[in-house]
């Protein structure tokens, strides 16, 4: 599907309001197959828009959003999406391994599961390392672990590009420990997009680093200081950087 | 309770009977149509359906009666309404960045007053009463096949929906990453929660028919862990409420509408004190 030489994402001159209150302008923004990029910023600065621009979930008042040279409606199906576990009715009566099922949907005309659907539905949970849950509720279980079923079943799209909105929020340091080797495990053969306000976790595992707060600007992760994040919050920010080895005894965290 | 089983067989009260048999094969339609309304949490918009009702059978009963037109059953009139309703409802609901909750209202009193006027401008053949508060003595026969129908209608869409329905109820846009058609599956639950509010209509009335959808579901849902178990549980809930709300109301000569509805509502709070017990 993909045009070759086509970026995985292409955004030009994106502009976007609601209700006539501009959210992101003159937005211009290339990413690469394979890359890894981290989305950071204050809140109401367009970060999770600027992911359902690329879903294809708002669409742009100017500019255009390309997901690999077309329309991202278009490519919807090859977009793995984790939005954020709170987003869900905690009520609602489904069980986990039918959550992750739903990543299956849209393979084929009519909506029965196959024997290969439940497999890979399974897999996908065994890697995010919760198959003893796969009968339980899923509003019965902890937040941290919504996340992660919420990762399996993007995982189960099998999509080559993954976008996630705040993937460590409410999750312990072990977790996300978890959740940064599986996404190094990943993005070896899929571009991953994440949105997050945990900057030490950008910084530890990106390649790029994309500062939202109406407009964009992407640096290389190594650029990331403490003057850079000043002028993108507005005011200081702890960053402790996860270099995954913090657990360890003796080992410096802050940075 | 054994009054209540003979009159079932009694041939003098047949329309006891079509009561009865209205309720229970009219359960799976609302067990099945009310676990969809409880879980998207849009009883409002049931309830606006359902007081739009009230506007297609007034105009049924003017038609009938004043114009003349005599094949012309209100409950054709209810059945266009609702499902008017559903559609206009559904596409606010689906396009309206704001001000959803001011249309649905709007539409739900409009109903009514078309309701009223046209029943109004048609005396002597309607009490007004009868549509709002329900009445056994207005079931037939063609009600019962029409109950079927819908039975089959609602079971086999979800029969052949159901995982499609349930990625919709559940999250929309996730739905619609996996390439549904969100919007045709949100109308189709819509259309399909009018037609079963219409049916039962007759048996509890426009003002208590939300209850009787709601309630059975909202029962199952305390214990149920999947969205099967949710509409299975609810149908057997209907069916029981139906079942001892007339019995109760045959017993204790009371009007069978509210009788139902306060079973539902006491075996609710019931459910929710035995799950908080549970929980210790």
């Not at chain 2, 052949?160 to 990625?167: E, G, I, K, P």
């Amino acid at each position: 599907m993909s045009g070759a030489g086509q970026p995985a994402i292409q955004i030009s001159g994106l502009y976007f309001a609601y209700d006539r209150v501009p959210i992101l302008e003159a937005v211009d923004l290339r990413i690469e197959e394979l890359d890894s990029l981290c989305i950071v910023g204050p809140n109401g600065g367009g970060k999770t828009t600027l992911l359902k621009l690329i879903l294809g979930l708002l669409e742009p008042d100017r500019g255009q959003v390309l997901v690999r040279g077309r329309q991202p409606a278009e490519m919807r199906l090859h977009l793995g999406y984790v939005p954020q576990y709170s987003h869900y009715d905690p009520l609602f009566p489904v069980t986990v391994l039918d959550v992750i099922l739903m990543g299956r949907l849209g393979r084929r005309l009519g909506g029965f599961y196959r024997a290969a659907d439940r497999r890979v539905a399974r897999d996908s949970l065994a890697l995010v390392g919760l198959s003893h849950l796969e009968h339980r509720v899923f509003s019965a279980i902890s937040g941290g672990q919504r996340q992660r079923v919420l990762i399996a079943r993007a995982l189960a799209c099998e999509a080559e590009i993954l976008l996630l909105d705040e993937p460590t929020a409410n999750i312990d340091m072990e977790t996300e420990n978890q959740l940064f080797n599986l996404l190094r495990e990943l993005n070896r053969t899929r571009t991953i997009v994440v949105v997050t306000h945990d900057v030490g976790f950008a910084s530890s595992f990106f390649q790029r680093i994309a500062c939202v707060n109406r407009r964009v600007a992407t640096h290389p992760v190594a650029e990331l200081d403490g003057r850079m994040i000043h002028e993108l919050y507005g005011s200081d920010v702890a960053l402790i950087r996860h270099d995954h080895h913090c657990g360890k005894k003796g080992s410096d965290c802050g940075v | 309770m054994f009054e209540f089983i003979e009159a079932l067989r009694h041939p003098d009260v047949a329309f006891f009977r079509y009561a009865f048999l209205l309720g229970a094969l009219a359960s799976i339609s609302f067990g099945v149509m009310g676990t969809y309304v409880v879980a998207r949490r849009i009883s409002y918009l049931a309830g606006a359906i359902a007081h739009c009702v009230l506007g297609g059978i007034g105009a049924g009963l003017y038609l009938r009666h004043k114009v003349g037109i005599s094949w012309f059953d209100p409950i054709y009139g209810a059945i266009i309404a609702a499902l008017l309703a559903a559609l206009v409802i559904g596409l606010v609901s689906i396009h309206a960045r704001q001000r959803e909750d001011t249309v649905i209202g709007a539409l739900w009193a409009t109903g009514m007053a078309v309701g009223l006027l046209f029943i109004a401008k048609t005396p002597g053949y309607v009490e007004p009463m009868s549509y709002l508060f329900g009445n056994i003595l207005l079931i037939s026969q063609t009600d019962l096949w029409l109950v079927i129908g819908l039975d089959l209608v609602v079971v086999g869409i979800v029969l052949l929906c159901y995982n499609q329905l349930l990625a919709v109820s559940f999250d929309q846009e996730f739905a619609w990453l996996r390439g549904l058609n969100t919007e045709l599956y949100t109308l189709l639950l819509l259309l399909l929660t009018a037609l079963t509010v219409v049916l039962l209509v007759r048996v509890v009335g426009i003002v208590m028919v939300i209850a009787l959808l709601t309630l059975p579901a909202a029962v199952a849902g305390t214990f149920a862990r999947t969205l099967r178990q949710m509409m299975l549980g609810a149908t057997l809930c209907c069916l029981l409420f139906v079942t001892l709300g007339l019995a109760l109301s045959f017993n204790y000569d009371l009007p069978s509408g509210p009788v139902i509805i306060l079973v539902a509502a006491v075996s609710y709070l019931l459910a929710l004190a035995g799950k908080k017990i549970a929980a210790y």
